[in-house]
């Protein structure tokens, strides 16, 4: 049982390039959520997911877009990386019927 | 006025002493509380969650105030392995918002 399992860890990108963060969570969690981690400003929602087949937006999505491929992954792809996007992204999962949400070890971006 | 506020430290207490970290909310519709700990580098993890009635686990006490938006965390004997960063965090239907964090670091 690995919880919620992120890909890359660790990534450098050039400003104008894309890539796509991986997120997978085998604990049969319904939702999944992904966040950014800024100096200073906490964790920010980006994207979330409430079930398989739909996603919405969080307080920060401009610049990302996600797909829910299935009930176990998330990914979250950032389509021309910018500077203002170098942040450590979380993913994490959520049993319905507790409010409590569920970690992945996140994934360090730096846009050059 | 952000959603949760939190004092963002640092506090530096001596091994064994308590600690108290207080929060407050500005949604009285908040539905679920929680603190979480995070340590340097690492994902945040689910210390404990937060009941109106109070609850214990261990060393940690977490109170709930709804009347007056208010969360708070005592840490008693603490140790050096409680040096982290505490997010207060507070929850609706399906979204949590997080608190800045404390800082906290135990010195020997």
């Known amino acids: 049982n690995a919880g919620v399992t992120q890909t890359p860890k660790f990534q450098v990108l050039k400003t104008g390039q894309s890539m796509t963060l991986q997120c997978a969570q085998d604990?049969?969690?319904?939702?999944m959520y992904w966040y950014r981690q800024d100096p200073g400003m906490g964790l920010r929602l980006i994207y979330y997911?409430?079930?398989?087949?739909?996603?919405d937006k969080g307080e920060v999505p401009n610049g990302y877009n996600v797909s829910r491929l299935n009930k176990r992954e998330f990914s979250l792809r950032l389509e021309s990386a910018a500077p203002s996007q170098t942040s450590v992204y979380f993913c994490?999962?959520?049993?319905?019927?507790?409010?409590?949400?569920?970690f992945g070890p996140g994934t360090r971006l730096l846009v050059l | 006025r952000k959603e949760v506020e939190q004092d963002p430290g640092p506090f530096n207490v001596p091994e064994g002493a308590t600690v108290a970290f207080n929060c407050t909310y500005s949604?009285?519709?908040?539905?679920?509380f929680f603190w979480y700990r995070q340590d340097c580098r690492k994902e945040p993890k689910l210390l404990m969650s937060?009941?109106?009635s109070g609850n214990e686990d261990g060393r940690f006490t977490a109170q709930l105030n709804r009347a007056s938006q208010y969360i708070s965390l005592l840490i008693r004997d603490s140790k050096l392995s409680d040096s982290a960063t505490y997010l207060c965090?507070?929850?609706?239907?399906?979204?949590?918002?997080f608190g800045t964090g404390t800082r906290l670091t135990i010195i020997p």
């Open positions: 937060v009941y109106s």
């Open positions: 997911s409430a079930s398989e087949g739909t996603t």
């Open positions: 604990m049969n969690h319904n939702s």
């Open positions: 965090v507070v929850g609706g239907n399906e979204k949590l918002t």
């Open positions: 949604n009285s519709a908040s539905q679920s």
């Open positions: 994490a999962s959520r049993l319905w019927d507790d409010g409590s949400q569920y």
